[in-house]
């Protein structure tokens, strides 16, 4: 039985925290707005989705290499980009309660189409039209004051002998590519690449969301999957086609069901973009942007060139034609990918004498990969026995061993994280040295030879 959508988004968010995926952070103390941790088997998942992307994108690539760039980086950089001035959102504030929204958010509330594409004048525009209807979501009131734009970025004081972040503040990355666009020069320089060519990296980025929405969809800070392709201004629109058709096929490789994704063209293009397309998954609320694939033209290399003072032009070795390469990228949230992932692969079956809920993974992202229990936890011998098999397993696999409560719970839980098969060690194994394996999906159960194990998981895994 496939899953009910209208409460799909609590049962997730309810499961992640219950089994150790995903929790509020600092929550003995309250939370903290917008930002979450990643608990032992939500870290499992968000590590294999990133060693997955970066297979794809780097391992599989002959063109594109890695980078991990600093998260504090020159000022500069942040005024080149056109952060400080222009990387905002559009604020309002209800004035009988001082609660902040985004004025989007708002008029969502109330079905009045505004999305996160519109111009802040057209969003400010509508909400102005609009202002009588909406209601605090804090406190009921409907009173707010007129819109403005509220910068992203987040100022610290490091360096900075004032204490003050607001004179002279380091910023926090608002991006991860920033920091590839200012090592474009480093990397051509000391590793044999030519145009096209790409880098690509992953890191934490840190952006002040006005409000706390849709779990580990918007967060304050976050994980960021980012490559960007450096290339011949003719070449930027076929390679773009080649970038947007890889990155569409490298979600149905993941796992997610075409019928879950689109493509949102943006009908509005900054004045430097060439063309922009965002690939969106149906989360639980409804479709959201999950990945942006976006032709920037020179904007971002010419912008860095005339702050910084440096050439960053490209020559041609064989033509010798000269031009400041054109950018294509591709750009997507670790945590927007978990939160797909996990929308994916909950299920509620039916079940002999009851129900269950398993987390059909694909075996690759699968935080557990092999569970192994004794049958009995009060028999020494299947315990000593298990945990010989646990021994050697987990040489190369993740794995867990369990010899808590009854062997139909151990079977409930390792459903619920999603662990693709559980070995029982039962007085059989003691006998003729053979284990059950348990299928996570089937459900069945085959007895095979210890001595066999290890090869099943290979072939299987
Ligand atoms: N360099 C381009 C860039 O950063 P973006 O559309 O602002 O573009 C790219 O962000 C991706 O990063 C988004 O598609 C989303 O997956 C993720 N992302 C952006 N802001 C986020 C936030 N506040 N919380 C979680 N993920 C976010």
Same mark, same amino acid.
């Given at each position: ?41 939500? &870290? ?20 594109? &290499? ?203 293009? &900054? ?62 949230? &670790? ?127």
């Amino acid at each position: 039985m496939k899953k009910e959508k209208n409460d799909l988004m609590e049962k997730i968010v309810s499961l992640a925290k219950r089994r150790g995926f995903v929790y509020l952070s600092s929550e003995i103390y309250g939370g903290f707005a917008s930002i979450y941790d990643y608990g032992p088997y939500g &870290v499992e998942l968000a590590n294999n989705i990133k060693d997955f992307w970066w297979k794809e994108m780097v391992q599989l690539r002959e063109d594109i &290499v890695g980078l991990d760039s600093a998260i504090f980086m020159n000022p500069r950089i942040w005024e080149a980009s056109g952060h400080v001035a222009g990387f905002s959102d559009p604020l309002t504030e209800c004035k009988n309660c001082h609660a902040r929204f985004r004025m989007d958010h708002l008029l969502e509330e109330i079905k009045v189409q505004a999305d996160e594409k519109m111009t802040e004048d057209e969003i400010n525009k509508i909400f102005k039209e609009n202002i009588e209807k909406i209601a605090c979501p804090s406190c009921g009131k409907k009173d707010f004051a007129e819109g403005r734009k509220f910068n992203l970025l987040v100022k610290s004081n490091l360096g900075n002998i004032t204490d003050n972040p607001s004179e002279n503040p380091a910023y926090l990355r608002g991006e991860t590519c920033q920091g590839i666009y200012v090592n474009f020069k480093n990397v051509l320089d000391s590793v044999r690449v030519k145009i096209p060519f790409g880098i690509a990296q992953i890191g934490k980025a840190f952006r002040n969301e006005i409000t706390a929405r849709q779990f580990i969809f918007r967060t304050r800070e976050f994980e960021q999957m980012e490559m960007q392709y450096f290339l011949d201004p003719e070449d930027e629109m076929k390679e773009y086609e080649k970038l947007k058709k890889a990155r569409w096929d490298y979600y149905l490789k993941l796992g997610l069901n075409e019928k879950n994704l689109k493509w949102h063209k943006h009908e509005k293009l &900054v004045f430097y973009a060439k063309a922009a397309y965002d690939i969106e998954y149906r989360f639980p609320f409804g479709f959201g942007e999950l990945e942006g694939v976006h032709a920037r033209g020179d904007y971002d290399l010419s912008q860095h060139a005339k702050f910084s003072g440096k050439d960053l032009s490209y020559t041609e070795p064989k033509t010798g034609k000269k031009f400041i390469p054109h950018i294509i990228e591709s750009s997507v949230g &670790v945590g927007r990918t978990v939160l797909a992932v996990l929308t994916e692969a909950y299920m509620e079956e039916k079940i002999d004498g009851g129900e269950r809920v398993v987390m059909k993974f694909p075996k690759n992202l699968a935080p557990i990969k092999i569970a192994v229990f004794p049958l009995l936890r009060n028999k020494p011998e299947l315990v000593k026995y298990a945990q010989e098999i646990f021994n050697d397993l987990k040489e190369d696999f993740m794995c867990e061993f369990d010899d808590n409560g009854n062997i139909g719970k151990r079977y409930r839980r390792q459903d619920e994280i999603g662990t693709p098969y559980c070995v029982t060690v039962d007085f059989d194994t003691l006998e003729e040295d053979t284990a059950t394996i348990r299928d996570r999906d089937t459900m069945e159960q085959k007895r095979i030879k210890i001595t066999d194990l290890k090869r099943f998981f290979v072939n299987n895994l």
